[in-house]
Nanobody, 123 residues
Framework: QLQASGGGLVQAGGSLRLSCAASGRSFSRSAMGWFRQAPGKEREFVAAIKWGGGNGYYADSVKGRFTISRDNAENTVYLQMSTLKPEDTAVYYC??????????????????WGKGTQVTVSS
């Protein structure tokens, strides 16, 4: 089970840190991803990190502003979001799966999904 938290209301230019805690099983050998869905839009890829950590993979729209990281000992993945924009407003979901580099951006590469946390950025 995955539980995302840390969302909220923030002004444009502000920062938030999302957390995704896993329980019930270890996801230390799984790729972890963050996706988001705005009202009336498809769910889209935001960021992902492989099971061994290292550099993250990012959507162009968030590159340079968001940073994904993971703590396998704590079974938790984080998304540090900075310089937030109103267009970042969405429900953010964390996910886990056996994605490889070429499939990290695809929703169907992930088998486990959290319930999402709302991020609202005001202008």
């Amino acid at each position: 089970q995955l539980q995302a938290s840390g969302g909220g209301l923030v002004q444009a230019g502000g920062s938030l840190r999302l957390s995704c805690a896993a329980s019930g099983r270890s996801f230390s050998r799984s790729a972890m991803g963050w996706f988001r869905q705005a009202p009336g839009k498809e769910r889209e890829f935001v960021a992902a990190i492989k099971w061994g950590g290292g550099n993250g993979y990012y959507a162009d729209s968030v590159k340079g502003r968001f940073t994904i990281s993971r703590d396998n000992a704590e079974n938790t993945v984080y998304l540090q979001m900075s310089t937030l924009k109103p267009e970042d407003t969405a429900v953010y979901y964390c996910a886990a799966g056996q994605a490889i580099t070429s499939t990290l951006r695809l929703t169907n590469s992930y088998s486990y999904w959290g319930k999402g946390t709302q991020v609202t950025v005001s202008s």
